[in-house]
C-alpha cells in the first residue's frame, strides 16, 4: 500500500461532520472485534456493509474497501480474513491524515 | 381575504416559499447527517428518522415533500417503509428516494416493485443527490402548481356560476346551493311540484303618469332605479325574483329552499321595498312633479313552480291562485302599503295581532264569490 493511501481528499463542506465520523469508526472496529471473539459473523457483514456504503461518500474509499472484505469474509466464514481485515482497519484508523478541499 | 381564490393562490405562494422538507431515513448516523448537510447547504429542511417504523410516523404526521429512504436497515426494511407510504391515500403521493447498494440490481427490481420513485447508489456522489432531489423537487412544484391553476380555475368557474345563477335568486341563497351543497336535485324543478308559497307582488303607482310625463329615454334608467332597490330588498331576504314585467315585480318565499319563516320574510321585503324606495320617490317628485308609490300584495298557499316554456326559452315560475290573489291585493294597495291576503296572514297573525300601523278589511276580489278579509300595513317612510 502506497503512502497515499493514508491521505483523504474531503469535501471541505462535510469537515463538520468528521470528528463524530472518526469516532463511529473506532466504536465500530471495537464492535468488529467483540463480533469477531463472539464469531457473529453476521454481525460483521453488516457492519461490513455499512462501511461499504459511508467510506466512498465522505472521500475514505479504503474504508469502503475494508468494509467490501469484512462483508465478503463474513459470507466465507473467513475468520481468518476477517482478523486480517481487523488488523487493516485498525491500521488505517491511525494513520489517516485528512485534507479538505 | 375572505375570497377563496385569494387564499387559496396566497397559500401555494406560502408552500414554495417554505423551505423543501427532505426526510432522510437511515439507521447510518454517518450517513444520515451526511445526506442531511449536503441537503442544508442547498437551502433544503433535512429531517431525520433512524427506522422504518418512526419514518412512517413522522411521515404522516407532518408530511414532508421528499423521503430518502436507505433500503438495508433494520426491523422495516426501506422496501416495506416504501410499500407503506405508497399504499397510504395520505403518503401515496409523496416521492421516495430508495437508497440501494451500486452493484445491487435486485434492489432496484424490489424497489420499483414497492412504488419507489427514484434510486440513489451507495456510495452517495454528491451531484448524483442534488440532481436528483432537484429533479423531484421540481416536479413536485410543478404538481403544486398545476393543482393550484385548477383549482383557481374551478373557483373561477364556480364564480361566474354564482353570478349568473345570482340575477334570478338572492346571492346568499345561491352561495348556499353551489358552495354548501344543499340538497340541489330538486331545485328548478319540472312544472308538476306543487309547493307551499308565500308570493309577494310589487309595483309602482303612478308609473302610467310617469310614463306619459317623462321621455322615454329617461324612464328605462329609472325603471331600473326603482327594480334596483326592489330586488335588494328581495334578496336581502333570501327571496327569489320570479318575474319583472312593466313596473311590477314577483318574489316567492319558501322557493326553491325551505323558509319556516317564510311569511315574515315577505313581510320585511316589502317593508323594505317601501322604505328604500322612499328616497328615491322624493328625488322624482323633485325633479318630474309627479307623486309616485309602491303597492304591496302578500298572500300565501299552495302553488305549482318549475319551469314554463318551450325547450328553448324557459322561465322558472309559480302559478297558482295565491299568485292571483297577491296581484289582486297590488293593485288595490294605496302608495305605500301591504295589503296581505288570508293565506299568508294565518302566518302572520302572532306578529301583527296588536300592530297600530295596521287594520283589517273586507275586499271584494275580481274572481272570487265571496269577499276576502285582508290586512292592510302602512308603512311609513322612515
Known amino acids: 500500500m502506497s503512502a497515499d493511501k493514508y491521505t483523504a481528499i474531503v469535501d471541505k463542506d462535510i469537515a ?3 470528528p463524530m465520523f472518526f469516532k463511529n469508526r473506532k466504536t465500530e472496529l471495537e464492535a468488529l472485534r467483540a463480533a469477531l471473539a463472539s464469531g457473529d459473523l453476521e454481525q460483521v457483514r453488516r457492519v461490513g456493509h455499512r462501511m461499504k456504503g459511508v467510506g466512498n461518500s465522505y472521500g475514505f474509499a479504503p474504508i469502503s474497501d475494508i468494509g467490501k472484505m469484512f462483508e465478503d469474509c463474513a459470507k466465507a ?8 481485515s481487523l488488523a487493516e482497519y485498525a491500521d488505517y484508523l491511525e494513520k489517516v491524515k485528512v485534507v479538505y478541499e | ?7 387559496a393562490a396566497g397559500d401555494v405562494r406560502l408552500a414554495s416559499q417554505s423551505p423543501y422538507r427532505v ?17 442544508k447547504k442547498e437551502g433544503m429542511a433535512p429531517e431525520v428518522a433512524h427506522d422504518g417504523e418512526s419514518a412512517i410516523t413522522r411521515a404522516l404526521t407532518s408530511l414532508p415533500d421528499l423521503i430518502l429512504l436507505d433500503v438495508m436497515m433494520p426491523g422495516m426494511s426501506g422496501f416495506d417503509v416504501c410499500r407503506a407510504l405508497k399504499s397510504d391515500p395520505e403518503t401515496a403521493l409523496l416521492p421516495v428516494v430508495l437508497i440501494t447498494a451500486l452493484e445491487d440490481r435486485e434492489s432496484r427490481v424490489r424497489g420499483i416493485e414497492a412504488g419507489a420513485d427514484d434510486f440513489l447508489s451507495k456510495p452517495v456522489n454528491r451531484e448524483e443527490l442534488l440532481a436528483r432531489v432537484k429533479t423531484l423537487r421540481r416536479l413536485h412544484e410543478t404538481r403544486k402548481e398545476l393543482a393550484n391553476r385548477r383549482l383557481a380555475a374551478e373557483i373561477a368557474r364556480e364564480d361566474a356560476l354564482l353570478a349568473a345563477i345570482s340575477r334570478y335568486i338572492s346571492p346568499r341563497l345561491a352561495n348556499r346551493m353551489l358552495r354548501q351543497n344543499v340538497d340541489n336535485s330538486g331545485v328548478f324543478p319540472t312544472l308538476r311540484d306543487r309547493a307551499k308559497v308565500v308570493v309577494l307582488f310589487a309595483d309602482l303607482r303612478g308609473f302610467t303618469r310617469l310614463s306619459e310625463t317623462v321621455p322615454v329615454s329617461k324612464i328605462v334608467p329609472m325603471l331600473n332605479e326603482f327594480f334596483t332597490e326592489l330586488t335588494a330588498a328581495a334578496h336581502e331576504n333570501e327571496g327569489t325574483v320570479f318575474s319583472m314585467a312593466g313596473d311590477s315585480l314577483l318574489v316567492g318565499f319558501n322557493v326553491p329552499i325551505t323558509q319556516p319563516d ?12 317601501i322604505r328604500r324606495f322612499a328616497p328615491v320617490a322624493l328625488r322624482w317628485r323633485a325633479e318630474h312633479g309627479l307623486s309616485v308609490g309602491i303597492g304591496i300584495g302578500i298572500e300565501a298557499g299552495e302553488v305549482v313552480v318549475g319551469n314554463v316554456g318551450s325547450p328553448t326559452f324557459m322561465s322558472y315560475t309559480i302559478i297558482g291562485d295565491a299568485v292571483n290573489v297577491a296581484a289582486r291585493l297590488m293593485q288595490m294597495a294605496a302608495p305605500g302599503e301591504i295589503l296581505i291576503g288570508p293565506g299568508a296572514f294565518l302566518s302572520l297573525k302572532g306578529l301583527l295581532g296588536g300592530a297600530a300601523e295596521s287594520d283589517r278589511r273586507e275586499v ?18 322612515q
Do not use: H
Open chain 1, 77 to 84: 466464514n473467513d475468520a481468518a480474513g476477517i482478523g486480517a
Open chain 2, 23 to 39: 426526510l432522510i431515513v437511515d439507521d447510518d448516523p454517518d450517513m444520515s447527517a451526511y445526506l442531511a448537510l449536503l441537503l
Open chain 2, 364 to 381: 271584494s276580489l275580481r274572481g272570487k264569490a265571496e269577499p276576502v278579509e285582508v290586512f292592510a300595513i302602512r308603512v311609513p317612510p
Open chain 2, 262 to 273: 317564510a311569511a315574515e320574510r315577505a313581510l320585511d321585503t316589502g317593508r323594505s321595498m
Open chain 2, 1 to 7: 381575504m375572505n375570497d377563496p381564490a385569494r387564499t
Open chain 1, 16 to 18: 463538520d461532520l468528521i
